[in-house]
Structures are given as C-alpha cells and as structure tokens.
C-alpha cells in the first residue's frame, strides 16, 4: 500500500500541507523544528490513530487552532481509499471514505513502519517499551490484538481495585475468567508472533554486522501456557491480595533480547544496539510482507545522522529491495543514498514545498 | 447583566444529563425560556409524573407505572426463563425481537469496580432471590469488560444452584454482509465462534 495524496491542517507547527508522494522514496530535507517530524507524525496518526511524542492529543492543535486534521489517498489493493482524521476539541473522528468509522473498521486502511532515534529505547529501556513494539507489531497483523490488550488492561486494573477492596473469591474469579480470555488470546498471538520473527531478527543482524556475537529475540512469557493463566491467578490470589495488585500474567511479559545469550540491555555497544533496532524494524517488515501480504508505508526520522557509514549502508542496502514507499526526513541530502525513484521536498518554516529535479 | 440564579440552576440542572456539556446545556435552557410558556410547563409536568408514577418492578426491577410489570404479570410468559439486561433499553431491544418469551431482570448497570460499583448496586441478590423454578438465565450484558465481568459473577452464583447459565453470542449483526463488518466485530465473532 501507498500514500497518493496529504493534506495537513493545523496539525503541530504544519498550518497548511498538500503532497503528492512519490511511489517510492520521499526525502523531507530541512533545518530541525522546521517540520520534518511533524509531518510523520501526521503520518503516523493518521495511519495508526494514535498521536506520538505529545501527552495529550490537544497539543497536536497547532498553536491558536482549534482543530487538527489529516487525510490521506491511499491506494491498496488497486483500490483508492480516503482516510481522514480530525481533532476538535476533545474530539476524534476517523473516517474513511469521508464517512465517519469505528476506529475497528478503520484499522488496517494503512499500515506504517515508523524508525526514529528514539527506538534505542527498545534495547536499553525496560520492558514495556518492547511489550508495546510487540503488541503494535502483532496488532498490525491481527486487528482483534489491540481489543484485546485494551479490554486485557481494563480488567486488570479492576481485579487490582478489587484486591484492594477486600472483594470476595467470587468476584476476583469472575474477572480472572475475563482476564483469562483476553490475557490467553494476546498471550497466543504474541508466541506465535515471536516465533515468527526470531529467525527474520538473527539473519538481519547478521546481515548489518557480518561475522560476530550472534543476536537472538525471544518472548519471556511470565506465564507460558495461555491456558494455565486463570489458573495462576487464583493460586496468587492471596498474595495479590497482600501486595495490592496482580503480580503475574502477560503484563510481565518481556520480549528478551540477547547478544550470545547474555542481555542485550547490558552487553550490547551503541552500535549493535542500533543494528539490533534495525534488525527488528526490518524483521517486522519482512514478515509482514512475507506472512501477510502487507506492504507497509516506512516512516525513517532522521535516523542516517545515528548509524556508523556501514549501518548505513546496509539501511539503504535494505530499502533498496524494499519494493513499498518510504518517507524520510534529513538535514542533509548527502546522508542518504537514495538517487533516483525520489522525490525532494524542502520544509521550512511549517511549510513544505517539492523541489523540481 | 448577571445571571439571574434560576437560569444558572437550569444550566446547571441540565448539565447533569449524560452527553449534555455546559454549551448545550446553556443553549437547552435559553431554549426553554424563548419558546411559548406550555413548552416548560409541560416539560416541568412530564418530569414531575414521571418520577411519582413510575417505579420499579418489585420482580424485575424493570420500570413500570403498575407492580409487577406488564411482562412479570403476563402469565403466558415461561418464568423458568431469565433473560438479565443491563437497563430497560436492552430489554426492550431483546422484546423487539420478538422471539424471548420468557422473564426478565433488569440490573441498572453492570460490575465495574474502578467505578465504585459492585453486587449490591445492580440488584444480583434480587435475582439470586427469584432463581426457585427457574431453569435458564440468559445473560444479555455488553460485549464490554465490565459486561462480561458480570454474567461470568452472574454464571458463578447461579450455575451452583442447578441453574443453566447462558450468554448472548457477539459478534456479526445478522443480515449484514461479512465484507462490511468491521474487523474487531469479526475477530470477536470468530474468537466466540461454536460446533455446529
Ligand atoms: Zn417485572
């Protein structure tokens, strides 16, 4: 799938933004804060209906606005879809085909692929960051995944007040059966999707690194057998209840990285830490390609300025065969090998223009 | 000018209603107050009566101007059979249907402990109370957590006692083509799907 057409009203410091994408590559060069960043966020909304880098959808607005919005053309398929989402107030609207949806039947209009500096987080940080980077990655296989981390964390955070209330073995019961249906789903589709990407993540790796300590992914389920989770729940029950919370389950899940078996975390150097990102992005790529038959839009934020020249090379190596589009912001055009099937567009000043080459 | 105090109160009074913000609410009661005199008095009469008429059904808890109400009452209907909803709005969608002609148990909302409520808010020990002869709960709560938290509290009170308890499927609306149902709907329904 591609992006044919964007339009950006008020959304962050972007007042007013009309592009035509190239099919392929679309370089987005400028000064920083000029916004670069903003127009993937843009993207990145519109494609996945949640804002990024910002603690409240209100701060999207640009400033003295009262209102954001982004729509999109996106062809998949054959077929030309129009996405379209607003901000006003408090309120979102998501549309497609200029009729207003359910965020279930919008999901999966446009799938994108988003790379950023921040994404070293995924090594270094704890593991909730790659409990995110996993469930969004099995959200964009499977739709019914984020229904169910959703409907997995409401129930979770009632058995909580519950334990906390001193409520009676039957009610914690009834919602450890939700949890248990809900918990054991996202527990499946997150095992099978590990699975899956193990072998995609150490041949990647190795392709960035060449010859050296070898990567591995893995899922650490806290418990291992979906069925085995209500199960579990009642055996802690009385301890839960002692520590005021729900201490097992997939919410404890970590998705364990490890460089020859030790702790990525710990062990890895800044540059395999950032082959090991790449490693990952370009795994979920590939299996969504191969696996699902999905071609998801690239969304790359000034990441060439953070990789050593080999990384680098080995980045444009692989969006090179990466047949989908990519959009791709710099500040400087010589960072990317990228010189044809390209289109340049200059931002400044919240305003973005397509050079004439 | 200032606000005379009657109008603040109306504001404030309308405010309270679920998906009325201040604008509408101000706009709700400057509405009231430029429209012909009987607009307020009868709406003034209508709120009044239907809070002295109307009460809940001593069975059911459905609301109803005669106790019991017209479905408790009607001895045609099978007594061995509950359907339990979440408010009056969801029996009536299920009596539309047509095809329930049991009893019904009307909670006033569902388990939802972040909220503050449990058992004792939504009328279980009124149902735990009339299960005698009953052979068949059918739970017709929201597809939400919170619903499904309560029929499976509902399902663990009541399958002890010998009662059949049963669950509304959710999933694709009857009669809509599957290409059109949205994709959550349609995991939904094939996450709950049964042998044939
Ligand atoms: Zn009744």
Known sequence: ????????????????????????????????????TSFLEAL?????????????????????????????????????????????????????????????????????????????????GGPGDRRRFLDRAVFNTRVGHLDDAVAYKRALQARNALLRDGADDTMLAAYEDVLGDHGGRMLASRQAYAAALAPRFAHAFTAIMGEGP???????????????????????????????????????????LTLDGRPARLEASQGQQRAMVLALKIAEIELLEAEHQ???????????????????????????????QVFITTTDLGFLAIEADRRVFQVESGRITALEE | MAEADPIRRLIHAFSRLPGIGEKSAARLAFFVLDAEPHVASELAAALTEVRARIRKCSLCQNLTEQDPCRFCADGRRDAGLICVVENVQGLLAIERTGEFRGRYHVLHGRLSPLDGVGPDQIHIRELLGRLAGVTEIIVATSPSVEGEATALYIQRLAGPLGVRVTRIASGVPIGSELEYADQVTLSRALAGRRDL
């Not at chain 1, 009203?9 to 972007?14: G, V």
């Not at chain 1, 408090?90 to 965020?103: H, L, S, T």
């Not at chain 1, 999905?294 to 680098?312: A, Q």
């Open chain 1, 44 to 124: 990145y909304w519109l494609a996945t209906l949640r804002p990024l880098r910002v603690a409240r959808p209100r701060e999207m607005v640009r400033h003295g606005a009262d209102g954001a919005r982004v729509a999109g053309e996106v062809l998949a398929g054959g077929l030309i879809h129009r996405l379209d989402v607003r901000l006003a107030g408090a309120r979102r609207e998501a549309r497609r085909e200029g009729k207003p949806v359910r965020a279930g039947a919008y999901f999966g209009s446009l799938a994108v692929i988003l790379f950023t500096p921040d994404d070293v987080g995924l090594v270094r």
């Open chain 1, 294 to 324: 999905i071609t998801p839009v690239l969304l790359l934020d000034d990441v060439s300025s953070e990789l050593d020249p080999r990384r680098n090379a080995r980045l444009f190596e692989f969006l090179a065969g990466f047949g989908g």
């Open chain 1, 214 to 256: 070898t990567a591995r992914v893995e899922l650490r389920a806290d418990v291992e057998d979906p069925a085995a989770l209500s199960a579990t729940w009642r055996a802690e029950r009385d301890r839960d209840r002692q520590r005021g919370f729900t201490r097992r389950g997939p919410h404890a899940d970590d998705l364990e």
């Open chain 1, 1 to 36: 799938m591609r992006l044919t057409g964007v339009e950006i009203r008020d959304f962050r410091n972007l007042a007013e933004v009309e592009v035509f994408p190239h099919r392929r590559f679309n370089v987005l060069v400028g000064e920083n804060g000029q916004g670069k």
